[in-house]
């Protein structure tokens, strides 16, 4: 990574693993989910459960083939989620 790309990443993270989020932006927005994982050198987060794709599967030796829904790994900037206070029942952004 250059110095210029390391300039760009995120100093202070509000959020953590096992936080649970909201999503503000993106095809899954208004949707709450748990953050699985924080890359901080990719400056993202994984949220579980979201960005759920169709996926088409080839028939084969020893599995079937067709249409399956899986979970993608979706990468969000942490400025697309909110921390989701629950006692206050609250948005607070992230950045």
């Not at 699985?36 to 599995?63: A, D, F, M, P, T």
């Amino acid at each position: 990574m250059g110095w210029k790309a390391a300039q760009k990443l995120t100093q202070n993270w509000k959020i953590l693993r096992g936080d649970n989020v909201m999503i503000i932006r993106g095809k899954d927005r208004g949707e709450t989910g748990i953050i699985k994982r924080v890359l901080r050198s990719q400056n993202c987060v994984i949220v579980e459960g979201k960005n759920l794709v169709k996926k088409h599967i080839k028939k084969g030796q020893g599995h079937e083939g067709g249409i399956f829904t899986v979970e993608a790994q979706q990468l969000l900037h942490p400025s697309d989620v909110g921390v989701k206070i629950e006692e206050f029942m609250k948005l607070q952004w992230t950045n």
